[in-house]
């Protein structure tokens, strides 16, 4: 399984983005999604989730601007990511449960700054 994040980038403070991931190779059941940011010297945390059961989980710094969603038939995933704050800069990471196994993104650079 190899998953492909796009969508990074810099971004102004109120601005806007939108991550993606896609996951190919042999695929029978994606059990879960998220994404996780990594910000330079803190340990990574989780964003936002959709659990094999489709409840969303956000971390309570991002409700309300974020939006996490998936398409089950193109194996992808998304973040939309709104009203972008400076606290928000950091590596997001993509992570897919796949026939009961955690396989992760590279990471992609989210940085908001004006």
């Known amino acids: 399984v190899q998953l492909q994040a796009s969508g990074g980038g810099l971004v102004q403070p109120g601005g806007s983005l939108r991550l993606s991931c896609a996951a190919s190779g042999i695929i029978f059941t994606i059990n879960a999604v998220g994404w996780y940011r990594q910000a330079p010297g803190k340990q990574r945390e989780l964003v936002a989730m959709?659990?094999?059961?489709?409840?969303?989980n956000y971390s309570d710094s991002v409700k309300g601007r974020f939006t996490i969603s998936r398409d089950t038939a193109r194996k992808t995933q998304y973040l939309q990511m709104n009203s972008l704050k400076p606290e928000d800069t950091a590596v997001y990471y993509c992570k897919f449960t796949i026939n009961r196994i955690d396989y992760w993104g590279k990471g992609t650079l989210v940085t908001v700054s004006s």
């Open positions: 959709i659990t094999s059961s489709n409840n969303i």
